[in-house]
């Protein structure tokens, strides 16, 4: 992977452990979702996992060179029923980025589908190859 994203966590020491609680936002402990992230001539694609997230209850955001990703997922229970036992609660992801100014933030695209956000990312102009004409003297 180039220099053109960079992952941090404001507050909190780097993890490799995607499971650990990383920082707090809001009132509870935000978990870290694993990332890819693949670089092509055009850009970057980032992949997140995060499970049972719906599109109203993620938030995206760039500001500066900053990509921000929260989420919140959680379990629906059926009008009339109640839960005896729940192993699998409400679940709140975060995960900051630092991105290259070779990077186009004003084009960032987003998908949602089972569970993985897809986000695209295109290289600026300035930073894509470009073939320079050669005149003959």
Not at 33 to 61: K, Y
């Amino acid at each position: 992977m180039s220099n053109d994203i960079q992952t941090r966590s404001p507050g909190a020491p780097e993890s490799t452990d995607a499971r650990q609680k990383g920082p707090r936002y809001g009132s509870a402990a935000a978990l870290t979702p694993p990332v890819d992230v693949v670089e092509d001539a055009g850009g970057i694609t980032l992949f997140a996992d995060l499970p049972g997230v719906s599109r109203d209850n993620l938030n995206l955001q760039v500001e500066a060179e900053t990509l921000t990703i929260e989420a919140e997922s959680g379990l629906a229970v059926p009008d009339g029923l109640k839960t005896s036992h729940t192993e699998v609660g409400l679940g709140r992801f975060r995960r900051v980025f630092t991105l290259s100014k070779e990077l186009d933030t004003e084009k960032v695209s987003a998908e949602l589908a089972q569970g993985v956000l897809k986000l695209r990312i295109p290289k600026a102009e300035h930073a894509k190859p470009r073939k320079i004409k050669v005149e003959v003297a």
